[in-house]
């Protein structure tokens, strides 16, 4: 006990002695890189530019916008995709304060927070640059549903193409079935990728308002319509005469030549739907 008693004593004494370590301070340099030039990429780019940084924005396509030039329309404000990502793309070309690079990669990144040393090369030439921050906005790719549901990219396809036909006016199949979940929420991909719902519902209704006399339906294990205006796309969709069908993830669709058998998981039968075309709901996945 006495020693204990000593130890404090000692321990206490030395602290009465000891003086404050010396701040130290280094400068931050004040601009940002930004990596991958999509619709994430551009608003950061746009948003510290338009608060007075510089701003160094790199893509590695040759062009700006990412995955929204594959888009038709955007749900739930039925927008053009093309014309909200060609309006972001000259909001940061016309930006003084930004210094956009296409055909870019990252040769080599060294230092820490507010002082990066980074290389990149462009089109063939090689700059560096010391930076304060750096934003990676790299985005994600879609699924390539290979192997699943007789995919073949023509008669079975993902949203993603249907999406570029929908771009082409090259959709016109009178039974669309879309299957929801593909390649997610199971052993390979725990998650839920949250768009695929809405995506399957908006493309529903255009199919819809292109042609009334289609028979779209989706099959669906739960549907994640989050927000009060996706809810309503879910009651438009029903309005329209979309059809939905919930099935079992122990007991999936089978793709048949011309159509879809599923047991319908209310009624406790199996159904044979009519098919022209089946589209699936892949999720989004990270990029290499």
Same mark, same amino acid.
């Given at each position: 006990m006495d020693k $204990?008693? &000593?130890l404090i004593r000692m321990g206490a004494a030395k602290a009465a002695l000891l003086e404050p370590q010396e701040i130290i301070t280094s400068e931050v340099e004040v601009r940002a890189l930004v990596i991958g030039a999509g619709i994430a990429g551009l608003t950061a780019a746009i948003s510290l530019a338009n608060r007075g940084f510089p701003v160094i924005l790199l893509e590695k396509e040759k062009e700006l916008g990412g995955m929204l030039r594959s888009l038709y329309r955007l749900a739930p404000m039925d927008l053009d995709a093309s014309e909200v990502i060609n309006a972001k793309i000259k909001e940061a070309e016309d930006n003084p304060n930004i210094e956009i690079y296409t055909g870019a990669t990252i040769e080599k990144v060294e230092g820490f927070i507010g002082k990066f040393d980074i290389t990149f090369s462009a089109n063939g030439t090689s700059k560096d640059v010391r930076l304060g921050v750096v934003i990676i906005a790299t985005g $994600?790719?879609?699924l390539?549903?290979?192997?699943?549901?007789?995919? &073949?990219?023509?008669?079975?396809?993902?949203?993603?193409?249907?999406e570029e036909r929908f771009k082409a006016g090259k959709v016109d199949a009178n039974n669309v079935v879309i299957i929801q979940c593909v390649g997610a929420r199971s052993p390979e991909r725990r998650y839920c990728?949250?768009?695929?719902?809405a995506i399957g519902i908006k493309n529903a209704i255009l199919i819809k308002e292109m042609n009334p006399a289609a028979k779209v339906t989706i099959l669906y294990r739960d549907l994640m319509m989050y927000g009060v205006e996706n809810e309503d796309q879910l009651h438009k969709a029903k309005e329209l005469g979309v059809r939905f069908v919930k099935y &079992?993830?122990?007991?999936?669709?089978?793709v048949e030549e011309n159509k879809v058998t599923v047991f319908h998981h209310l009624m406790g039968k199996e159904l044979e739907i009519p098919q022209e075309m089946v589209v699936l709901s892949t999720p989004l996945v990270g990029t290499e």
């Open positions: $204990a008693r &000593d $994600a790719g879609n390539v549903p290979e192997g699943m549901y007789q995919y &073949d990219g023509n008669k079975v396809i993902t949203q993603w193409e249907l990728s949250r768009i695929c719902c &079992d993830s122990e007991r999936p669709p089978v």
